[in-house]
């Protein structure tokens, strides 16, 4: 799954792709390098960030969606009528960091054959990394996101189009993060698709001390250990390089 930020204060690249020829050149580009799914934000999620206005996430996406109407593109966007108009111009996914928690959500979903990312994340984007804490960080998320595997099932949502995201930096500590990675089997075990996004992530900046324009190696360390416990999705920007991760894993477990 390639990055496409289309936002001026994304922690990585914000400000890059906000142009729409540049966004689309780029998707292009990830998928030439072997991008699966491309996935679109409008609204930045990072820590500290601010929310913006519906029509200012629709006017960002939507130009790009139609744009690549012929590839598989995730939305990731927490707003039931953002997520709306979305499928109706085309998206396969639906990439939530709410799970699909927000009234209306699994309506706008479940009348479609979009599949959908459900992400746990603990507090919002504007002060979740303040001081986040858990009892067991393992059983809170997967009890989390087992529960919203169920009511996405009693919405009507098929399990096979369900993938689920424990939400790496999403209101947890370094040590939370380390902990969910080396646990993931466990919520591999859910039974539906686990995605990862460690991509140039604040908690390789902790670990290794670089910025975040010198954070592939460590980034590339994080999607082995992910593929490693399970995940099927990697969320990532740099396509390319982790692309070749992973025909090596393929080739070292064949």
């Known amino acids: 799954m390639g990055v496409l930020n289309v936002t001026p204060d994304s922690f990585s690249d914000g400000g890059r792709f906000l142009d729409r020829n540049a966004a689309i050149a780029h998707a292009r580009r990830m998928l030439d390098e072997g991008a699966d799914i491309i996935d679109i934000g409008g609204e930045s999620s990072r820590p500290g960030a601010d929310p913006v206005p519906e029509n ?123 902990t969910l990675l080396k646990r993931l089997p466990e919520l591999a075990a859910l039974g539906v698709p686990v995605a990862a996004g460690w991509s140039r992530k604040s908690s390789l900046g902790s670990i290794t001390g670089r910025p975040v324009a010198e954070r592939l190696a460590g980034s590339l360390a994080a999607a082995l250990l992910a593929l490693q416990g399970g995940a099927t999705i990697l969320r990532v920007h740099d396509v ?15």
């Open 56 to 178: 200012i996430e629709l006017e960002r996406i939507l130009p790009v969606l139609k744009k690549l109407a012929d590839v598989p593109v995730s939305i990731d966007t927490r707003r039931p009528s953002v997520m709306r108009e979305a499928i109706a111009a085309g998206a396969s996914m639906i990439n939530d960091i709410e799970a699909l928690a927000a009234p209306g959500a699994l309506e706008a979903v479940a009348g479609s054959d979009c599949a959908v990312c459900l992400m746990h994340k603990k507090g919002d984007p504007a002060t979740m990394q303040q001081d986040p804490r858990y009892g067991e960080v393992v059983a809170e998320v997967r009890g989390f996101l087992s529960s919203r595997i169920a009511a996405c099932e009693k919405a009507g949502i098929q399990r096979d189009r369900i993938a689920i995201d424990p939400g790496f930096g999403f209101g947890k500590t370094v040590e939370h993060n380390l």
């Open 240 to 254: 390319k390089e982790t692309r070749d991760v992973v025909a090596v894993w393929q080739a070292w477990r064949r």
